[in-house]
């Protein structure tokens, strides 16, 4: 990472102050120690088929099946903190620099952060919610729930729970669409830890004037990106707060 990619970023950031807006994946969460799913070798998809028990279909036909892997993959990202590439966002969205950021985690590291405008476009954990009277509950609860039944059920009227993430087969969530309007009001997307792979939010990265690309692997985007950097989210941007003195 060379300090005029560094320089010809915040220089980007800059000049469409107030029209840009953050699209994060993976890659920046796993600075806080939260594994990813898509890596050769070390994803979780490597070692757990997704479709066979993470799915609408498996929450429905193997719903003891379904908790069981949930809770052993999401469980432990329920104490996760935000680290300095989260941080950098939410100063960079206080200083009036970004509008928001789109992300593609379920992990609400960014709101901890400090970040206010934060479309969650695969849902968060949160909460779950029960399928029949449509209870809310803190995922704790229903976590908690699996110590006691194999199956997490409403306090309230006894139906089933299912968690407020988008699940393999689900549709796309409300917060997909109001990503869709802010990338279309925007003249920058800044992709940070994205394989730029998973759709439809990929197809953000197409839909801009601008793009400035901040991930450790090149991404099908890349040959279309203003400024691309290879590089950790949390040195990178650091780098980027400094050269905008925000540090």
């Known amino acids: ?37 898509r890596s050769p070798g070390t994803g979780l998809w490597n070692r757990i088929d997704p479709m066979e028990y993470l799915s609408v279909d498996a929450l429905y036909a193997r719903p003891e099946t379904f908790w069981k892997y949930f809770a052993e993959v999401f469980g432990p990202t329920l104490a ?57 509950y803190p995922m704790r609860e229903a ?26 087969g689900d549709m796309m969530p409300a917060a997909f669409s109001q990503a869709v309007a802010a990338v279309e009001r925007s003249s920058l997307v800044l992709v940070v830890g994205s394989s730029l792979t998973v759709s439809p939010a990929n197809s953000l990265a197409f839909q801009t004037p601008h793009l400035a690309i901040v991930n450790r692997e090149p991404t099908p985007a890349d040959g279309r990106a203003d400024v691309v950097l290879s590089g950790g989210a949390g040195d990178t941007l650091s780098a980027v707060l400094r050269e905008l003195n925000l540090a």
């Open 80 to 136: 996760a903190q935000p680290n300095a590439g989260h941080l950098a966002l939410a100063k960079l969205e206080a200083a009036g620099f970004i509008t928001g950021v789109i992300t593609q985690n379920i992990d609400g590291l960014h709101q901890k952060a400090g970040s206010c405008t934060v479309y969650e476009v695969h849902g968060h954990l949160r909460t779950v919610h029960c399928q029949s009277c449509g209870r809310t």
């Open 1 to 37: 990472m060379a300090d005029t990619d560094v320089r010809s970023l915040a220089e980007l950031l800059a000049a469409n102050k107030g029209h840009a807006v953050a699209l994060t994946g993976a890659g920046i969460s796993t600075e806080s120690g939260i594994p990813d799913f």
């Open 143 to 168: 976590l908690a729930l699996l110590k006691k039944e194999p199956i997490p059920h409403c306090s309230e009227c006894g139906g089933r729970v299912r968690p407020d993430v988008v699940l393999f």
